[in-house]
C-alpha cells in the first residue's frame, strides 16, 4: 500500500491514510493522515475528498475551519 501511495496512486494514498487515522499497522498521526487524504482528493478521489473535509470540520491533523 505505502509504495503504492508513495508512486501516486490515489486509491493507495487514501487507504494509507485511513490506517493513519486509526493507527492501524501505523502509529495513529491525524496529520499523516490528513496528507494523505489530501494527496488523492487533488487526483480527485471522492472518498478522500470527504475525509479531507471530515478532518477540517473536525480540526484533526489540520486547522479547523467551520466554514
Avoid: I
Avoid at 496528507?35 to 473536525?58: E, H, P, S
Wanted: charged residues 25%; glycine residues 14%.
Amino acid at each position: 500500500c505505502r509504495r503504492a501511495a508513495d508512486q501516486g496512486g490515489a486509491d493507495s494514498q487514501w487507504k494509507l491514510g485511513m490506517l493513519y487515522e486509526v493507527g492501524c499497522g501505523v502509529e495513529k498521526d491525524d496529520a499523516g493522515a490528513a496528507r494523505w487524504f489530501r494527496l488523492a482528493a487533488d487526483q480527485g478521489n471522492v472518498q478522500a475528498q470527504l475525509k479531507l473535509g471530515q478532518c477540517y470540520t473536525r480540526g484533526c491533523g489540520v486547522a479547523q475551519d467551520d466554514a
